[in-house]
C-alpha cells in the first residue's frame, strides 16, 4: 500500500520532470544582434558621421575623424582579435570607438 511519503515523492519526480521539459532553450546571441554584421550597423554611422556630420563625430568619439583614423592604425595590430569557429571577432575599428 503507497503511503504519503511515497505518493509525494512520486508527484515531486513527475513536477520536476515537468518544468525541465518545459524550459526553454536559451540562444547563444539573439537574432538581432546576429544582424549587426549584416546590417554593419557600426561601421555605417562611423561613415557617415564622419563625412557628413563631424562635429557629431567629435561629440561622439571625442576624437576628430583624422585623428581616428591615426590611432585606429597605430593600435590595430594590439587590439586585433582572431575569429573563432563560435564567432567573428569584434573588428578593431569597433574596438576602439566603445573603448573611447
Excluded at 12 to 19: E, F, N, R
Excluded at 52 to 60: H, I, L, V
Amino acid at each position: 500500500m503507497w503511503n504519503k511519503s511515497k505518493i509525494s515523492c512520486v508527484a515531486t519526480a513527475l513536477i520536476l520532470s515537468l518544468k525541465q521539459k518545459e524550459k526553454k532553450k536559451r540562444r547563444w546571441m539573439k537574432d538581432w544582434f546576429k544582424k549587426r554584421d549584416e546590417t554593419n550597423t557600426h561601421e555605417n554611422l562611423l561613415r557617415e558621421l564622419k563625412l557628413s556630420e563631424p562635429t557629431d563625430f567629435r561629440n561622439f568619439l571625442r576624437l576628430d575623424g583624422t585623428l581616428f583614423d591615426e590611432l585606429l592604425r597605430l593600435v590595430t595590430p594590439e587590439i586585433r582579435k582572431q575569429n573563432t569557429i563560435m564567432r567573428d571577432a569584434i573588428p578593431p575599428s569597433q574596438r576602439l570607438s566603445i573603448t573611447l
